[in-house]
């Protein structure tokens, strides 16, 4: 047993012990509250990756874009260069896939013994949700689409792309990077 020699020491004391009870005892309450928080929606359940057997790279209708896909199929990929031959012309890469709203995350480009990490974000386009992400036509990480290998696109849930070898895209690359060429005399 504590004995306490000073009155105002047994007042703090008491007060000290006293603390925990100004408090209720735990309860149920707040769970109950938080089941009753509707719930953010999951991601879009993953898709398969596609076939790719007979897939091309091809000139779009738009300048300065290719696409890729099976002929007469859905694009599976596209790659557009904007500002060619300026300092600060880019490369745009687009997954043609389903994209949750406000999602973002990393395309895996590898290839030419290589892997590129482009960061991609859920972007409209033709009215729909895509993936979509851009950097510098400078960037090193493009020379995953040189040399005459097979080359590949993931972006997590959105399968793998197995790009089958073409010049195509390499060759936008280098256009997109080449300095703009000085106007002849007139």
């Given at each position: 047993?504590?004995?306490?020699?000073?009155?105002?020491?047994?007042?703090?004391?008491?007060?000290?012990?006293?603390?925990?009870?100004?408090?209720?005892?735990?309860?149920?309450?707040?769970?109950?509250?938080?089941?009753?928080?509707?719930?953010?929606?999951?991601?879009?359940?993953?898709?398969?990756?596609?076939?790719?057997?007979?897939?091309?790279?091809?000139a779009?209708?738009?300048?300065?874009?290719?696409?890729?896909?099976?002929?007469?199929?859905?694009?599976?990929?596209?790659?557009?260069?904007?500002?060619?031959?300026?300092?600060?012309?880019?490369?745009?890469?687009?997954?043609?896939?389903?994209?949750?709203?406000?999602?973002?995350?990393?395309?895996?480009?590898?290839?030419?013994r290589?892997?590129?990490?482009?960061?991609?974000?859920?972007?409209?386009?033709d009215?729909?949700?895509?993936?979509?992400?851009?950097?510098?036509?400078?960037?090193?990480?493009?020379?995953?689409?040189?040399?005459?290998?097979?080359?590949?696109?993931?972006?997590?849930?959105?399968?793998?792309?197995?790009?089958?070898?073409?010049?195509?895209?390499?060759?936008?690359?280098?256009?997109?990077?080449?300095?703009?060429?000085?106007?002849?005399?007139?």
């Amino acid at each position: 047993m504590i004995r306490i020699r000073n009155a105002a020491a047994a007042a703090a004391l008491a007060g000290v012990l006293a603390l925990p009870a100004c408090k209720p005892p735990p309860t149920d309450d707040g769970s109950a509250r938080a089941a009753n928080v509707i719930a953010p929606p999951a991601p879009s359940e993953p898709i398969d990756s596609p076939d790719t057997t007979g897939a091309v790279w091809t000139a779009s209708a738009t300048p300065r874009r290719i696409v890729y896909g099976i002929p007469g199929e859905p694009v599976l990929v596209s790659l557009r260069c904007a500002g060619a031959g300026s300092p600060g012309a880019k490369l745009t890469i687009t997954r043609q896939a389903p994209a949750d709203a406000g999602a973002g995350a990393l395309l895996a480009l590898i290839g030419n013994r290589r892997i590129a990490r482009i960061p991609v974000d859920a972007t409209r386009v033709d009215g729909r949700l895509v993936w979509q992400g851009a950097l510098p036509a400078s960037a090193r990480d493009w020379d995953t689409l040189g040399g005459n290998l097979q080359a590949t696109v993931t972006v997590p849930g959105a399968g793998l792309v197995r790009l089958n070898p073409s010049p195509l895209p390499m060759q936008l690359v280098e256009d997109c990077r080449k300095p703009a060429q000085p106007a002849g005399p007139a």
